[in-house]
């Protein structure tokens, strides 16, 4: 086993969840030496063509890569991770959220356009699309996560790098959906949410307000400035645990980690949903890392 593979824990953990032969057509390539040859690809950040011969024809991984995108499988797998931990009581709905920006290399920006015309307009259509903004740094792409209590990700969303936080929040939270070990419907609501100012205006508040979700998000200056020049018609301040905002530092570390992934850290695919699934990926290994450690606990 040579660095950055899988170890034979994590093997054992996600063998029984991978897509198995019907016994028509050709038989899979062995699942473990591929996976291990897409691992080295996000872990360097290489063209797929670079991939060692180790781990078989580049083709088959790039493939086995793009179909398990497609039929939602490095999904579930991380679902089944978390699934897993939720039903022993390891998760923990102290949840944060924040964001990211990972700069888009210059082959990310060629993804094929939509449309009879490939002017401007379709040009600026199709990077939104394809969640790539441009700022004064070039194009980028953001990534928003929400992290449980641990500091391990449990929901994922990415935009255009120009898309401010706030106005991607519900969507962002759309994603959080954790299905039963058992009967029951999915979780989808946390105990409480850690945010920073980014997250704080009156909409966000009152979302999570009516779904009886506490919020702790510190004010930004100028509404505390407002507020009190208000009067007694600004109202009172809202509430703020500054213990439990401590906590928000457990999602930036979370990014920290993804990005040693270099194929997370700048991004190389034209479509949104590969980058994504390179993301799924990388947050797996993160999860299947802290089955291992409690494994020696």
């Keep these: 086993m040579r660095r950055g593979e899988l170890t034979d824990k994590a093997w054992q953990r996600i063998e029984p969840l991978l897509p198995a032969t019907d016994g028509k057509g050709r038989p899979w390539r062995d699942h473990r030496q591929v996976i ?15 991939i060692p011969e180790r781990y078989g024809p580049w083709q088959t991984c790039y493939e086995r890569f793009k179909r398990w995108d497609q039929d939602g499988t ?20 102290t949840v944060s959220i924040d964001s990211t920006i990972s700069r888009a290399h210059q082959h990310a920006a060629g993804a094929r356009k939509k449309g009879t015309t490939a002017g401007r307009s379709n040009t600026k259509q199709s990077q939104r699309r394809q969640a790539l903004g441009r700022s004064r740094g070039g194009l980028t792409t953001k990534l928003h996560l929400i992290t449980e209590a641990r500091g391990l990700p449990m929901a994922l969303h990415v935009t255009a790098g120009n898309v401010v936080d706030c106005s991607a929040f519900e969507a962002v939270l759309a994603k959080l959906r954790l299905p039963r070990s058992g009967p029951g419907r999915p979780r989808i609501r946390p105990d409480v949410l850690i945010g920073d100012k980014g997250y704080s205006s009156r909409k966000i508040r009152t979302y999570l307000r009516s779904r009886g979700i506490k919020a702790v998000i510190p004010e930004r200056r100028d509404q505390i400035a407002n507020r009190k020049r208000k009067g007694s018609r600004g109202g009172r301040p809202h509430a703020f645990d500054a213990e439990l905002y401590k906590q928000r530092n457990l999602v930036e570390r979370c990014f920290g980690k ?18 994504l699934a390179g993301v799924t990926i990388g947050c797996l290994m993160l999860w299947l890392r802290q089955a291992d450690l409690s494994d020696r606990l």
């Design 36 to 50: 291990d040859g897409i691992l080295w690809r996000l872990r360097t950040g290489a063209p797929w063509r670079d």
């Design 74 to 93: 490095w999904a579930r797998l991380l679902e089944e991770m978390q699934v897993k931990d939720d039903s022993v009581g390891r998760v923990e709905w």
């Design 258 to 275: 993804l990005k040693q992934w270099r194929a997370i850290a700048t991004r190389f695919d034209k479509l949104a949903s590969r980058y």
